[in-house]
Nanobody, 124 residues
Framework: QVQLVESGGGLVQPGGSLRLSCTASGFSDDDYAIGWFRQAPGKERERVSCFALTDSSTKYADSVKGRFTISGDKSKNTVYLQMNSLKPEDTAVYYC?????????????????WGKGTLVTVSS
């Protein structure tokens, strides 16, 4: 049974930083991808970033390029999302997602596993 445990959300002022973590358990090997999606009130879910545990491939939404960095630690089965220069429009519930196919994460389709979500609020 695959489980995803997220941490790191909270309240931050505009221009500030937060780091989200997602730790996966239950995968039989490291041939999977972990991504972050977010959903703001009244808006559709948006794919923020993806990370492939096998070769460290990454993908970012245009809205976060240059501000967010995704990275992974295979030994800990953990992926991090470092969020800098946060803006009020980054406010959302951020969900960790895992899939055996990196492409599914990139396309935001047919995701196998989801975390419970962590709230990020950017406000002064």
């Amino acid at each position: 049974q695959v489980q995803l445990v997220e941490s790191g959300g909270g309240l931050v002022q505009p221009g500030g930083s937060l780091r989200l973590s997602c730790t996966a358990s239950g995968f039989s090997d490291d041939d999977y991808a972990i991504g972050w999606f977010r959903q703001a009130p009244g808006k559709e879910r948006e794919r923020v970033s993806c990370f492939a545990l096998t070769d460290s491939s990454t993908k970012y939404a245009d809205s976060v390029k240059g501000r967010f960095t995704i990275s992974g630690d295979k030994s800990k089965n953990t992926v991090y999302l470092q969020m800098n220069s946060l803006k009020p429009e980054d406010t959302a519930v951020y969900y960790c997602a895992a899939d055996n196919l990196y492409a599914d994460c990139v396309l935001g389709m047919d995701i196998n596993y989801w975390g419970k979500g962590t709230l990020v609020t950017v406000s002064s």
